[in-house]
């Protein structure tokens, strides 16, 4: 692998500050100390981020706008659902903003949140609550180093901050 040791580059593990902020409010984050972690180019975080991270150097802080196509993905009207209420499960009472996991065909669950609530019948919204949205994105590396070929054969870092 020709990795230049000192910027990200594919399968370096970044450690990354960041905030995350959509329609003027910062809705997640994470400081130099508590960083996030993974291996460049193995899509552990979103392809509109990780693509722009490419070259950055230890240190360095950038700014970064993400499209819906290369975040969460567009906003999908077949993921809206309508519902009966005397389908919800006995003890939630749909209300709009009410957020809840739906068991699924294949057996896992997937989260959907209630968007109106009729008479007889509520719509639940099953697109992921990002979709649609730019991003934007504050962020700084913290730390760099190579990848170990263990962790590259699983995709995902080890170690302190990483799973095992
Ligand atoms: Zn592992």
Do not use: C, W
């Not at 693509?51 to 706008?65: A, C, D, N, Q, R």
């Not at 919204?125 to 934007?136: T, V, Y």
């Amino acid at each position: 692998m020709a990795n230049e040791a000192n910027s990200v580059a594919k399968d370096m593990v970044v450690s990354l500050a960041y905030k995350l902020i959509v329609d003027g409010e910062v809705l997640d984050e994470a400081s130099d100390k508590d960083a996030i972690l993974f291996i460049h180019g193995h899509r552990n975080i979103i392809p509109g981020l990780e693509k722009e991270l490419i070259g950055m150097k230890i240190g360095e802080t950038k700014s970064v706008k993400v499209a819906p196509k290369d975040g969460y993905g567009d906003k999908d009207q077949k993921a809206i659902e309508e519902l009966a209420l005397d389908e919800f499960p006995k003890n939630v009472k749909p209300k709009v903003g009410l957020e809840l996991e739906m068991p699924g065909d294949d057996g896992h669950g997937s989260y959907a949140r209630v968007v109106s609530v009729g008479e007889k019948s509520a719509q639940l919204d099953f697109n992921h609550p990002l979709a649609g949205k730019e991003l934007n994105f504050e962020v700084k590396v913290v730390e760099l180093r190579p990848a170990t070929s263990e962790e590259l054969s699983h995709g995902h870092v080890h170690g302190p901050g990483g799973h095992h």
